[in-house]
């Protein structure tokens, strides 16, 4: 198996990735959200959430939709740009990143977090913060041998109109030389 590629999401992805929104989340959330909502979770309906985002740029600039794909197939998506809430003007967050779960294991999420890390760092943030489940300890775990570490912060977000707590994780991220670029 070829290592993970990482490009730009193009409307064309917008089939696979609602594919692995869904797998993804019936596979992580077992327990940690209503089972009746991740049963009712539609791939298709997903596929057009995509098909309409990736059909438009982003409204900010700095932000990327990335796929990574193994031998030429979308097997994850991740989201990444400017932070909202109360951070400052130089702190990027990963919004979302999946991986199909036939590929766990592959290196394709590893290969999509750094190019989410190599992005904001190419549009000027010093830090990146992410949001997620208290008790995915798989995410948590994943994120954590990437060197990001829970600060403390804790919320009640609505993802997809289920509401769930969260907590942030955050990483100082590497100066622009570190991916060759200044």
């Known amino acids: 198996m070829a290592a993970p590629a990482v490009r730009r999401a193009e409307p064309d992805d917008a089939d696979a990735l609602g594919v692995i929104h869904v797998a993804a989340w019936r596979a992580?959330?077992?327990g940690l959200?209503?089972?009746?909502?991740?049963?009712?979770?539609?791939?298709?309906?997903?596929?057009?959430?995509?098909?309409?985002?990736?059909?438009?740029?982003p409204r900010d600039p700095r932000t990327a939709r990335l796929v990574a794909e193994l031998d030429g197939e979308v097997v994850g998506?991740?989201?990444?740009?400017?932070?909202?809430?109360?951070?400052?003007?130089?702190?990027?967050?990963v919004y979302t990143l999946n991986v199909d779960p036939g590929a766990w294991g592959?290196?394709?999420g590893r290969a999509l977090l750094?190019?989410?890390?190599?992005?904001?760092?190419?549009?000027?943030?010093?830090?990146?913060?992410?949001?997620?489940?208290p008790d995915n300890a798989r995410s948590r775990d994943f994120y954590e041998q990437q060197d990001w570490l829970p600060d403390g912060a804790t919320r009640r977000d609505e993802v997809f109109d289920v509401e769930i707590d969260e907590v942030r994780?955050?990483?100082?991220?590497?100066?622009?030389?570190?991916?060759?670029?200044?």
């Open 28 to 30: 992580a959330y077992p």
């Open 114 to 133: 750094a190019a989410c890390e190599e992005h904001l760092v190419a549009q000027g943030f010093a830090e990146a913060v992410v949001w997620l489940h």
């Open 77 to 93: 998506f991740a989201v990444v740009g400017p932070a909202g809430g109360d951070e400052t003007d130089d702190v990027g967050e």
């Open 169 to 182: 994780y955050r990483r100082a991220l590497p100066p622009p030389e570190a991916y060759g670029t200044s």
């Open 106 to 108: 592959s290196g394709s």
């Open 33 to 57: 959200m209503p089972q009746a909502y991740l049963d009712g979770l539609d791939a298709g309906n997903r596929a057009d959430h995509w098909r309409e985002t990736l059909a438009v740029p």
